[in-house]
């Protein structure tokens, strides 16, 4: 029923009318305030039923079709890397949110009692010295993103010797590579983030590496770093690949290769 479309009805006199909890006397008032500001009923009815047109036009995944469940190699424990990587990376995604509230990507002179550090080494100091089980947050945020550079790794180790990479599942093998790439992206950006003495001298490797590539090179450092020495620039241009470029791109791809997983099934082991 749309509440819209009987604007003259009284639909409060009918609450009164009702023998109704109190519970459902207030979910109803309020469904019936909302609904008259902003048509929620029809926009509900709406997307139940793009809801099962959508549901009815999706094919059969591969596992229902063949009834996976039930053979053995389907259950083998290294067929679910590419899930352990996934988790891995959520809990990364989750810590570093957290993390996020209390880090300050700034190469400034920082105030924190520690010779030369900077604002962001200090933040970092902060939140393990300082934030309640901040040493937790950063361990839980350094090791899950360790966890999944190896879950990567090992998980593409068990897609190349299984064979699944083959027909029809090339296109999935080559979202993996740009994930893994991508995987370490977010782990070298995330290593200069503390800007200490390890994250500088990562950072100086990175420059002159760009550096080195015939052409381009001096072009690619402008880019990536922001010049051809260490400054604020590049910090803050790690700071915005880490938790803003990478996590909306790697979650897209992942959610695009599980959906191909999902459409085409797991290889069978060749
Ligand atoms: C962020 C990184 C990645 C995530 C989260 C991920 C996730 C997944 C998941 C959940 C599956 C289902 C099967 C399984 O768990 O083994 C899968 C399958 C697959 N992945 Fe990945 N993956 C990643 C990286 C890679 C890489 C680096 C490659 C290879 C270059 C790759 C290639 C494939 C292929 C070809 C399949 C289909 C395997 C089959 O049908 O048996 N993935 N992935």
């Not at 009815?45 to 009834?67: A, C, G, I």
């Not at 920082?110 to 010295?129: D, E, F, K, L, Q």
């Not at 700071?239 to 099934?265: D, M, N």
């Amino acid at each position: 029923m749309s509440l819209k479309k009987q604007d003259d009805y009284d639909h409060n006199a009918w609450i009164k009318s009702k023998d109704l909890s109190p519970v459902e006397t207030v979910f109803l008032t309020t469904l019936v305030w909302l609904d008259k500001r902003l048509r929620i009923v029809d926009y509900l009815e709406l997307l139940e039923t793009l809801y099962y047109r959508s549901n009815m036009q999706m094919p059969k995944s591969h596992t229902e079709q063949y009834d996976l469940d039930n053979k053995f190699w389907y259950w083998y424990p290294l067929y679910t890397l590419g899930s352990f990587s996934t988790i891995a990376y959520v809990v990364a995604a989750v810590s570093g949110a957290l993390l996020g509230f209390y880090y300050s990507p700034s190469t400034a002179a920082g105030a924190c009692n520690i010779s030369n550090a900077s604002v962001a080494y200090c933040s970092v100091a902060g939140i393990m010295r300082d934030l309640q089980f901040g040493f937790m947050l950063r361990s839980i945020h350094r090791w899950s993103a360790q966890v999944m550079v190896a879950a990567v790794f090992l998980h593409m180790l068990r897609v190349y010797f299984t064979g699944a990479y083959k027909e029809p599942r090339e296109l999935n093998w080559l979202i993996g590579i740009v994930l893994i790439s991508l995987t370490m992206v977010f782990g070298y950006t995330g290593y200069l983030l503390p800007w200490d003495q390890l994250a500088f001298w990562a950072g100086q490797i990175g420059v002159e590496m760009s550096l080195s590539i015939p052409l381009a090179g001096e072009w690619v450092a402008q880019l990536l770093f922001g010049g051809f020495t260490l400054s604020q620039a590049t910090l803050q241009r790690m700071y915005i690949i880490h938790v803003f470029l990478l996590p909306f791109v790697v979650t897209t791809l992942i959610a695009i290769h599980i959906g191909i997983v999902w459409v085409q099934g797991i290889a069978e082991p060749h």
